[in-house]
Structure formats: C-alpha cells, structure tokens
C-alpha cells in the first residue's frame, strides 16, 4: 500500500528497527509459541523480518509491493523465503504454518472486508493448533500526521475479537499497550 515519503523513511530506519527489536515485538508476541513455519504478512521493510528470521526455524513472508519484496529478497532470501503477494488471497497451501504473524501493517488495508479476508486466510494456511498474532497502531494526533496521504484504516478494539472469531479463531485476545495505545492480538486454530 503507497506511503507518503517521511512514513516510508520511518519504517525503513535503524530507529524503527531497534524500536521493533527491543519493545514492539517482545510485547506483541509474549507467551505465544510461534513453533517451527512461520509467515509473515506484510513485513514491508523487514524490520519485523529480521527479528524473526533469529527465533524461528522457517520463516515465510508475503508482500504485496513488488519492489519491496526484490528488496527484502535481495537482504534476506538465504534466510527466509520471500513471495509477493496478496496476504487476503495467500498462494500457499492450507494448513502450513505453525503460526501466522503481523505487525503493524493491518492499518494500511484500505477496506475492513479486506482485513477480514486476511483473517480467514490467515486462518486458512494454519495448521490446527496454530497460532495467529500480531499487532497494529491506534489513532493518535501523531500516527494521523504520520498518515497524511497514506491509507490508515485502524482496527477498532471493540469489534476485532468478534471479526478473528468470525473468521474461525478460538481463545482470541485483545489488548492494548499501557503505554502507547496499540493493540496486539492473538487467536488460535482449533485442534
């Protein structure tokens, strides 16, 4: 999805990476077992990539932007498995992963019919068992600033428990960071 200039130099930055490393991602992913395939949806740049590609056997991400992808293929196909495409209509098999991850990305699907194909994709190429987690921003004066020309469409808290459990997820939960808002989710395909 297009990004104005200063949003893409945040999200391509060392700043973004460490922040991603050190507090994003021990939060969004704390006690959730991630097991040996992973996929990433949406890593854009690779910050979340190359966190992963440390703690997990098999990593798989899917990106949409085909200049992005050659980038994050160039980086780090010998380490992790990079395919452009659509995460709501994932060119993978169905139930192939050991868990489904995304971060901060969600947001920049413009339409929620979308998002929630995303989710029953996401569901789709899981193995029973498995685990769907990630994380995305809420709306602040900043992350408004941030997204002037940019698609921003936040997943509201209220409703995101109802729309993963629609899509087939059990054990789902919701919450947000004491500190700045965002929210990490997680849901789990049933045995």
């Not at 995303?118 to 994380?135: D, K, M, N, Q, T």
């Not at 459990?165 to 700045?180: C, K």
């Amino acid at each position: 999805m297009p990004m104005n200039r200063a949003h893409r130099r945040l999200c391509s930055s060392e700043k973004w990476a460490r922040g991603v490393r050190d507090r994003l991602l021990p939060w969004a992913l704390e006690e959730v077992e991630l097991g040996d395939d992973v996929l990433e949806l949406g890593p854009g740049y690779g910050a979340n990539l190359r966190v992963l590609v440390e703690q997990v056997p098999r990593l798989t991400a899917v990106e949409i932007d085909e200049d992005t992808t050659r980038l994050l293929q160039e980086r780090w196909g010998d380490r992790a498995r990079v395919i452009h495409g659509d995460a709501s209509a994932l060119p993978l098999p169905d139930r192939s992963f050991s868990s489904v991850v995304c971060f901060t990305m969600l947001h920049h699907v413009p339409e929620v019919a979308t998002q929630d194909e995303i989710f029953r994709e996401a569901f789709r190429v899981l193995r029973p068992g498995g685990v769907f987690a990630g994380s995305d921003s809420q709306p602040s004066l900043r992350f408004r600033l941030l997204h002037i020309g940019d698609t921003m469409n936040t997943l509201p808290p209220a409703t995101l428990p109802s729309r993963l459990e629609a899509a087939g997820f059990t054990g789902v939960a919701v919450d947000r960071h004491p500190e700045t808002g965002g929210l990490r989710f997680r849901g789990r395909r049933p045995d």
